[in-house]
């Protein structure tokens, strides 16, 4: 089945590092990924849409200038947490869809855990 | 607009009873549905998906799901929980023409009793 493989799978850095999360999708091409933070027990929220040589879309209350996104080829996305601060702490996920299939799933990755001291 | 709603945050069912996660959607055409399951740390995995067609759909692990258009439901069963079920599951609605964003649900905790 479709793989995206999401690197690191874990993040501990002091308050002020900038943290760059990648999101590969390994076996299809993915025009649009997803960029998600989950906080404990609770459900994904949806951080922005990354498009494959443009601009990522933020979603409402998201910090585009605080989470830079890249997503240079249609294989990879970049997430990169600048200065990052406590308040950052969380479960970051990404997501990949087929480029072209409207009814096929999201494959997602495994996660980010980010840790900022 | 697209929405979802997952009636029970948290789900506790004896071991070898049958599971029910309840899902409604709310959506003005025709949409995609779709179950992931998450364990502790870890990504959300794909159970089962339903676009056109029939609308009782098999997934792994042994969960199936019907659509039920009349009922704007997409609940989630399998007939005997085992211990290794124990998880968060996720109902996501997707519909066509809207730049394949999914809309989640917030979850419902599934414990398992031995």
Not at chain 1, 67 to 74: C, K, M, Q
Request: with cysteine; aromatic share 10%.
């Amino acid at each position: 089945g479709a793989v995206v493989s999401q690197h690191p799978s874990r993040v501990i850095c002091k308050s002020g590092t900038s943290v760059k999360i990648e999101c590969r999708s390994l076996d299809f091409q993915a025009t649009t990924m997803f960029w998600y933070r989950q906080f404990p027990k609770k459900s994904l929220m949806l951080m922005a849409t990354s498009n494959e040589g443009s601009k990522a879309t933020y979603e409402q209350g998201v910090e585009k200038d605080k989470f830079l996104i890249n997503h240079a080829s249609l294989t990879l996305s970049t997430l990169t947490v600048t200065s990052a601060h406590p308040e950052d702490s969380s479960f970051y996920i990404c997501s990949a869809r087929a480029t072209g299939i409207d009814n096929q799933p999201q494959h997602f990755g495994d996660g980010t855990r980010l840790s900022i001291l | 607009a697209q929405s979802v709603t997952q009636l029970g945050s948290h789900v506790s069912v004896s071991e070898g009873a049958l599971v029910l996660l309840r899902c409604n959607y709310s959506s003005s055409v025709p949409p995609y549905l779709f179950w992931y399951v998450q364990y502790p740390n870890q990504g959300l995995q794909l159970l089962l998906k339903y676009t056109t067609g029939a609308t009782l759909v098999k997934g792994i692990n042994g969960f199936e799901a019907e659509f039920k258009k009349s009922e704007t439901s997409f609940h989630l069963t399998k007939p005997s929980a085992h211990m290794s079920d124990a998880a968060e599951y996720f109902c996501a609605v997707s519909v066509i023409n809207t730049g394949n964003q999914f809309y989640f649900g917030t979850g419902t905790s599934l414990t398992v009793i031995p």
